[in-house]
Nanobody, 121 residues
Framework: QVQLVESGGGLVQPGGSLRLSCVASGSIFSINAMAWYRQAPGKQRELVARIPSSGRTTFADSVKGRFNISSDFAKHNVYLKMNILKPKDTAVYYC???????????????WGQGTQVSVSS
């Protein structure tokens, strides 16, 4: 059983910063990649940032230059540093892990429960 738990969400004023954290726990053999998604009310869930084991990060165009993703896969952690936050960044942010629980099994996607980020004055 694998669990992903996010933390660090909250209310921040426009232009402010937040740092989200996610830790994966359980029987984890290896991690292929971890990512952050978000879902605003009435909208589909979208990829925000992704970091594979190779370290080559990708970002949504809307957050490039403002957000940064980092990880410590040995500790099963991933972080999202969000700077210059805008009201349109308001959403529930979800942690995603593409990982294997056994060496002989294919990887599966696991999700956290989400953490609310609200950007408002």
């Amino acid at each position: 059983q694998v669990q992903l738990v996010e933390s660090g969400g909250g209310l921040v004023q426009p232009g402010g910063s937040l740092r989200l954290s996610c830790v994966a726990s359980g029987s984890i053999f290896s991690i292929n990649a971890m990512a952050w998604y978000r879902q605003a009310p009435g909208k589909q869930r979208e990829l925000v940032a992704r970091i594979p084991s190779s370290g080559r990060t990708t970002f949504a165009d809307s957050v490039k230059g403002r957000f940064n993703i980092s990880s410590d896969f040995a500790k099963h952690n991933v972080y999202l540093k969000m700077n210059i936050l805008k009201p349109k960044d308001t959403a529930v942010y979800y942690c995603n892990g593409d990982l294997r629980t056994r060496s002989y099994e294919s990887s599966l996607n696991y999700w956290g429960q989400g953490t609310q980020v609200s950007v408002s004055s």
